[in-house]
C-alpha cells in the first residue's frame, strides 16, 4: 500500500510539473504572440508616420513652387499681353526721325535760325496715326491751363486742346493707356471717365523718388520721347526738345516693354523679385539695334533707371551716359536744367560720377566741352562753384578747352506762388559719335 501510494505520489508531481511547464510555455507564446503585434503595429506606425511627412514634405515643395512660379509669372502683370505679332524679325528698322521743340512765343531767334516741328504737331501727328493704341508715361499732367489764360498768352491753350484730342481717342476706336506718378491729377480723372486706363506707380513706396520718365508709344510703331511732360508749361512757356520717330516698330517694341514695367507697378509697394521675361530688354549698350535713320545707318537703344527697375539685358542710363562721353573725340555739347554733382538735400555729398567723366574727357583728352545750363529761382548757388571748378581745369592747360553759359530765361507769366513758370527745360548730349537724350544729365 505505501508503495502503491508513493508511486501516485509521485505520477501526481509528475503530472503537476508538466501542467506547470505547459502553463509557462502557453505564457511564453502569449507574451511572444504580443511582441510579435506590438511590433507589427510599431512598424505600422512608424511607416504611417514616414508616409505622412513624405506626403507633407511633397506638398510644401509643391505650394514653393506654385508659390514661385505666381511670383515668377505675375510679378507683373503683362504675361498675357499681345505684341501684335511683332517680333524682333519681322519688326521695322527703316525709321523716320523728326526734332520736335517747343520755343515760346516770346523768344525771338534770327530769320536764318533753324527751326523744328513744333512739340505739338509732333505729338498731334502720332495722335493722327494712332489705330490701336497710345500708351503714355508722364511725370507731370497739367494740360488744363484755362486758369492762367487770361493773364497769358493764347498759346497756353495749346494744353487744353491736347487734352481734348486725347479724349477724343476712344471715338476712333483706339485705347488710352497712361502711366503715372500723379494720383490726384484732375486731367487723369478727366480721361479715366472717358475710357482712358490710368495706373498710377508709388515711387515714393519703391525707391523713395519720383518718376521723371516722359514718352509715347503709338501702335508699337511710333514713339516719342523727350524732356516735355504732360504740362500745359511744355507747350507754351517752356523750351523743350525732343524726336518723334516714325515706323520704327524695333525700337517702338523695346520702349514699350519700359512701359509695360511701369504699367504693372500699379500700387505697389515693393519692387518684384523676377521679372517678367516680356519685360528684358531687345537690345542694350553691348547690342544695339542696327537701323537706319532718314536713310542713314545709325545704331541705338533704350537705357532706363534706377538700377533696381532694370530687367535683364537692360542698360542703364548711367551706363548709356558713360560709354557716350567716353567715346567723344572732339567734342561734348550737354544741355541741362542744373549742374549739381551732389547727393542728399541736406548732407550735399559729392557724386562724382558723371563730373569725373567730364574732366577725364577735358584734361585726358583734349575733348571740347560746352555746358549749357538753366538759370531760374531755384538754381542752387553751389551750381556756380562746380562750374567754375571746371572752368578752372583749363587756365593753365594746353588745347583744353571748356565754355559754360548760363541761360536766362524767364516769361512774364507768374504762379500764384510768385515762381516763373518759363525755364530752358532742354536735357540733351550730343557728341562727334552719338547722342544721349534722356532725363538723367539733368
Not at 253 to 258: E, K, N, S, T, W
Request: with cysteine; proline share 2%; aromatic share 10%.
Amino acid at each position: 500500500v505505501e508503495r502503491k501510494r508513493s508511486e501516485w505520489l509521485q505520477r501526481g508531481m509528475e503530472i503537476r510539473k508538466r501542467v506547470r511547464m505547459k502553463n509557462k510555455d502557453s505564457v511564453i507564446t502569449a507574451v511572444q504572440q504580443q511582441d510579435y503585434s506590438a511590433s507589427v503595429w510599431l512598424r505600422r506606425r512608424d511607416k504611417l508616420e514616414h508616409s505622412q511627412q513624405k506626403c507633407i514634405v511633397i506638398f510644401a515643395l509643391v505650394c514653393c513652387f506654385a508659390v514661385l512660379v505666381a511670383l515668377i509669372f505675375s510679378a507683373v502683370d503683362i504675361w498675357g499681353e499681345d505684341e501684335d505679332g511683332i517680333t524682333e524679325d519681322n519688326c521695322s528698322r527703316n525709321c523716320r526721325v523728326v526734332l520736335v521743340e517747343n520755343i515760346p512765343e516770346d523768344i525771338s531767334f534770327l530769320d536764318n535760325a533753324t527751326s523744328h516741328l513744333p512739340l505739338s504737331a509732333g505729338l498731334y501727328s502720332l495722335l493722327d496715326k494712332a489705330i490701336r493704341a497710345v500708351e503714355i508715361v508722364s511725370p507731370l499732367w497739367l494740360l488744363n491751363s484755362s486758369d492762367y489764360e487770361s493773364s497769358f498768352q493764347p498759346a497756353a491753350r495749346q494744353g487744353r486742346a491736347l487734352l481734348s484730342r486725347l479724349q477724343g481717342l476712344k471715338a476712333k476706336g483706339v485705347q488710352l493707356k497712361i502711366s503715372s506718378g500723379m494720383i490726384d491729377s484732375t486731367e487723369l480723372k478727366i480721361l479715366a471717365k472717358h475710357y482712358a486706363e490710368v495706373h498710377y506707380v508709388n515711387m515714393t513706396a519703391l525707391t523713395k523718388g519720383n518718376l521723371h520718365s516722359s514718352f509715347w508709344v503709338v501702335d508699337r510703331k511710333h514713339f516719342y520721347f523727350g524732356s516735355a511732360s504732360m504740362d500745359w508749361r511744355s507747350l507754351a512757356t517752356r523750351k523743350e526738345l525732343g524726336v518723334v520717330v516714325y515706323d520704327c516698330s524695333c525700337l517702338a517694341l523695346d520702349l514699350h516693354r519700359v512701359f509695360s514695367l511701369y504699367w504693372g507697378l500699379q500700387y505697389k509697394d515693393f519692387i518684384p523679385s523676377f521679372w517678367s521675361k516680356r519685360l528684358f530688354a531687345l537690345y542694350n549698350r553691348d547690342e544695339p539695334l542696327e537701323l537706319t535713320f532718314n536713310s542713314t545707318k545709325a545704331q541705338a537703344y533704350i537705357s532706363s533707371s534706377p538700377d533696381v527697375f532694370i530687367p535683364k539685358d537692360r542698360s542703364t542710363d548711367l551706363e548709356a551716359i558713360s560709354r557716350v562721353i567716353q567715346e567723344a573725340r572732339h567734342f561734348i555739347y550737354i544741355s541741362i536744367t542744373d549742374y549739381l554733382p551732389l547727393l542728399g538735400s541736406r548732407t550735399h555729398r559729392y557724386w562724382s560720377r558723371i563730373d569725373g567723366l567730364i574732366r577725364e574727357a577735358l584734361i585726358l583728352r583734349k575733348v571740347r566741352v560746352r555746358l549749357l545750363i538753366s538759370f531760374w529761382e531755384k538754381t542752387h548757388p553751389l551750381t556756380f562753384n562746380f562750374i567754375w571748378s571746371l572752368r578752372s581745369l583749363c587756365m593753365e592747360q594746353a588745347n583744353c578747352s571748356l565754355e559754360a553759359v548760363n541761360v536766362l530765361y524767364q516769361c512774364l507769366l507768374m504762379q500764384r506762388d510768385g515762381t516763373v513758370q518759363g525755364i530752358n527745360h532742354n536735357r540733351f548730349m550730343v557728341t562727334d559719335r552719338a547722342i544721349y537724350l534722356g532725363e538723367l544729365i539733368d
